[in-house]
């Protein structure tokens, strides 16, 4: 039978999802522990896991999914609580289901959500040092949101696409980008409001600005790089029009620097075709 | 001149706020980065940091207050980015001023603000497990809330006072206890309104729920001792009305458990006189 894990990582302490030799990763982590349980039951190992998503070092994660085979006499269900006994704490199972045994996390339609989190302050907050990219003065949030407007469609993101690369094809298909605000107290906006400025997009009270995109797949680094780019929006360094410019020219080099790993969480990947 | 610091930290690594032989603590820390400050400007140490609250091994903070007197040519507000160069990055001066030399932080009429973060999940989430405890099952949120709405007042909190208090009286000033939730997506609730429970409040959506308490001081665990009452509360092991009991009766074998150190966090010390 074929067993889905859905996987939630602090992935801080780990040289990114995907097996490497001499590194400690997330999925070597996971089939030692899947190896672990197999062979307490009796079944041969080695077992091979399938990942939906190879994060990078340093990327979170609250639901990437890995798929492995075994004739396991267990419900399902309990195949989480089992695993999670012989797991570290930064690395938990947060739902295990039986699944077709042809089913296969990177080529079944899926709709993958990416949250990259910034914490906008004056000073870092401990914390939130891990879990997010740390940003200081001007950030125009309706600039942003115009920006991430021209993003969401069937494109060529080629001027998202990290170097190192090897996917054919460069389009992909993003479903929506969204910029959400939660800030400590609304007094602090108010109060710049009133100032000279007089804007509320240069509203500076601290808080969390999030940029959520959600899409069937995506390049490699390519939220980092959409991130990137939409916080030199938000800085003004760049105009939302230039965004769209950028990705009709296909072209790496004139979209912003990749954002930090540590503010990317893989949030979730839905299958709605497995589902029904 | 007599500088404030208002320090935010991760009390993970830490034993505690108060200085302690043998012990890594955020005072020790703190001293250690302020003289390397005085030192380097030929200023003559050692300093007396004087703190508004002493947190406990792994408690979190992100607004305690420190005061210290230094004649430093810098300034005021500079201190707080100079003081970051020099401290672990669990540790963040978050703003510095000046204020009069007689201002003390135990002594000034101030509102403190803790939260208690519960993650209420079947898993836990390992982004959250340094900053929260984790719950799973029952936890009625109205309960919670009607449980809550006994406590404010200045009363004898000597049910909600640790063993080892050295206060001379268990007299408080509790301003608010609020219940705040954050749920992943409504559509969860919705499920669960519509099953054969019916009842919102035992909606088990994963999330966050957190308990705010406000008052002008605390007792020894006082906090953590509010929150392990209202855990109960949520879990149906006591009722509302028992924490009105439990107040009056001023007996501590009565109240909850001290709820775990990680969940909680110093939001924040106002001074509503100094500020004036």
Redesign the interface.
């Known amino acids: 039978m074929r067993i889905l894990l859905k996987v939630?990582?602090?992935g801080t302490s780990y040289c990114g999802f995907q097996v490497q030799p001499d590194a400690i990763t997330v999925e070597g982590t996971l089939k030692t522990a899947v190896e672990g349980l197999l062979n307490s039951m009796g079944i041969v190992t080695p077992v091979e896991l399938i990942g939906a998503s190879r994060t990078d070092s340093g990327v979170?994660a609250?639901g990437n999914v890995v798929v492995f085979d075994a004739d396991i006499r267990m419900d399902a269900g309990r195949v989480?609580h089992a695993l999670?006994t012989r797991l570290p704490?930064?690395?938990?199972?947060?739902?295990s289901v039986q699944v077709p045994d042809d089913f296969h996390p990177r080529k079944t339609d899926c709709i993958k959500t990416y949250e990259y989190r910034i914490w906008h302050?004056?000073?870092?907050?401990?914390?939130e040092?891990l879990?997010s990219t740390h940003l200081y003065g001007k950030l125009d949030i309706d600039a942003m949101r115009a920006a991430a407007a021209f993003i969401p469609g069937e494109k060529d993101f080629s001027s998202f696409c990290g170097a190192g690369s090897q996917a054919e094809s460069h389009v992909r298909d993003v479903k929506s980008v969204e910029i959400i605000t939660e800030r400590a107290g609304a007094e602090g906006c108010a109060a710049q409001k009133s100032g000279a400025n007089g804007r509320a997009d240069s509203c500076t009270a601290p808080g969390v600005v999030t940029i959520r995109v959600k899409g069937t797949g995506f390049l490699y680094n390519m939220v980092r790089i959409i991130a990137g780019t939409l916080i030199e929006v938000g800085q003004g360094k760049k105009s939302p029009e230039d965004v769209k410019r950028i990705i009709d020219a296909k072209d790496r080099t004139l979209a912003g620097p990749t954002a930090p790993a540590k503010g990317l969480?893989l949030v979730g990947i839905e299958y709605p075709e497995a589902r029904g």
Chains 1, 2 share one sequence.
């Open positions: 939630a990582y602090d979170h609250l989480a999670n704490d930064d690395i938990r199972i947060v739902g302050s004056e000073f870092e907050n401990p914390k040092r879990y969480t």
